[in-house]
């Protein structure tokens, strides 16, 4: 019981500390949300209050048995280890920002008019752009169903290809992530759809264009047999209408509330959906065994003095192209395949492996250069939360930021920390990179030059 002790002190400190922290960034200084108060709320409920959940979970028998052999590796240094690394992990984040925020983005010379509004002309340029994305993901998606027999086929086959057991050749098989693009197809569609300043009229001709582009998604996210996914995408929508309606941090930190709180009741909704777990399982119990994988990567790396030295942040660019070129013809790994080795004994979709291991940010940076990369990948994770924030804060329509914003705070933010890969984020956040490129290109052809 000293392991379940340490664990829930250990977790409940991370958790007070961050508090803390957002107590005095966003009540007595800033009073509004940035992306680092999204990644480090999600900090504190997956690494403090979730590790200790899981800890606790697995000492009343509540996990698996695959699960429960690594996490009962725990002592009482190994969890005063996490706790510390989550700390250092916590202030390099902190720093990075701080960092780039202080070097400021001053442009000389000329600026833009960005505050733009729905007008007859960008409203056609977005609902063409829409139509587009969404003819390039039903395009792609009908290229790479093709193999299994066209859409029906790839759904009989979705639990095989998730686990890599399919033995079907698909030339095809790199647009499966295409068919992604109806997600920001129905983006935009639904914020023409909120937009308080487009007529009634063109706001009722792109409810075509989403219920359209959401069913296709629907479908591709069924295809998938991804919960987090289904999920998300589900969120973005309402978190998007929260942030676009309230602006009041006090009304904006209940409404977030909500999303949390449905957030749990669609897990097990769509546990229960894609029968993905075993039947008469508790909320309680599934909640410890979806937690579980990044406290068991990390066990499972601790100790391991071999590291990968930034491979997979110099490399990650390549994560964008095909598998076949990147992992069979240039021998590249990721950090998630390493460590799915280190728990098999063999990769995903060998010697009857149906599932890998998931690399979570602290593990993932702990993989890099022990202490070392903690401290560097901290530091470039705060960088990119801010860049990223100053490219959210840079689209000029309200409505559309607000869904963009969602779904980058849901997606790319918050999944980070227990997915935290360059592989996994640029995987899942393909269609997103594309989206955002497509549309600040057509931003640009609205700004406005204001010479100083």
């Known amino acids: 019981m000293s392991e379940v002790f340490y664990a829930v002190c250990y977790g409940m400190m991370l958790t007070v500390i961050i508090a803390a922290i957002e107590f005095f960034r966003i009540i007595l200084n800033k009073k509004k949300f940035d992306n680092l108060d999204y990644f480090l709320v999600a900090l504190a409920l997956f690494n403090g209050l979730g590790y200790a959940f899981v800890v606790w979970g697995t000492k009343k028998g509540l996990n698996n048995a695959i699960w429960t052999n690594r996490i009962e590796r725990y002592d009482a240094t190994s969890i005063s280890i996490y706790f510390l690394l989550n700390i250092v992990l916590l202030i390099a984040v902190i720093s990075g920002w701080t960092i780039v925020g202080k070097i400021g983005k001053k442009a000389s010379g000329i600026k833009y008019d960005y505050n733009l509004n729905l007008n007859e002309k960008l409203y056609f340029t977005l609902t063409i752009t829409a139509w587009l994305l969404f003819v390039l993901a039903l395009g792609s998606y009908v290229l790479y169903a093709r193999a299994y027999g066209g859409f ?98 006090i009304k904006l930190a209940k409404k ?100 890998s291991i998931p690399v979570d940010l602290l593990t993932f940076s702990y993989m890099q250069a022990h202490l070392a990369g903690v401290v560097i990948v901290g530091l470039l994770t705060g960088a990119s939360l801010l860049t990223l924030q100053r490219l959210q804060d840079s689209i000029p329509i309200e409505s559309v930021r607000a869904i963009i914003s969602s779904n980058i705070i849901l997606n790319v933010i918050i999944l980070t920390v227990p997915y935290g890969e360059p592989y996994h984020i640029l995987t899942r956040c393909f269609y997103l990179i594309g989206g955002l490129i497509v549309l600040f290109i057509i931003f640009s052809g609205f700004k406005e030059k204001i010479k100083e």
């Open 152 to 249: 029906s086929g790839l759904l009989y086959y979705s639990k095989a290809i998730r686990s890599s057991l399919i033995t079907i050749n698909n030339p095809f098989s790199f647009l499966q992530r295409f068919g992604a693009f109806s997600f920001f197809s129905s983006f935009l569609f639904f914020s023409m759809l909120i937009d308080k300043n487009l007529e009634m009229k063109k706001r009722r001709n792109a409810i075509a264009g989403f219920i359209t582009s959401f069913c296709f998604s629907v479908f591709v996210l069924y295809s998938w047999e991804g919960r987090v996914a289904f999920i998300a995408y589900i969120l973005t929508f309402l978190l998007g209408i929260i942030l676009y309606k309230n602006k009041s941090i």
């Open 256 to 355: 977030m509330a909500i999303v949390f709180i449905l957030g749990l009741i669609l897990i097990v909704t769509f546990d229960r959906l894609l029968d993905r777990s075993p039947i008469g399982i508790s909320a309680a119990s599934l909640f410890v065994i979806e937690l579980s994988f990044p406290s068991a990567a990390f066990i499972t790396r601790l100790g391991n003095d071999s590291y990968r030295w930034f491979k997979d942040i110099l490399i990650a660019p390549l994560y964008l192209l095909p598998s076949r070129i990147w992992r069979y013809k240039l021998g590249f790994d990721t950090a998630s395949m390493l460590i799915t080795y280190d728990f098999w004994g063999a990769y995903k979709g060998e010697a009857g492996i149906t599932g």
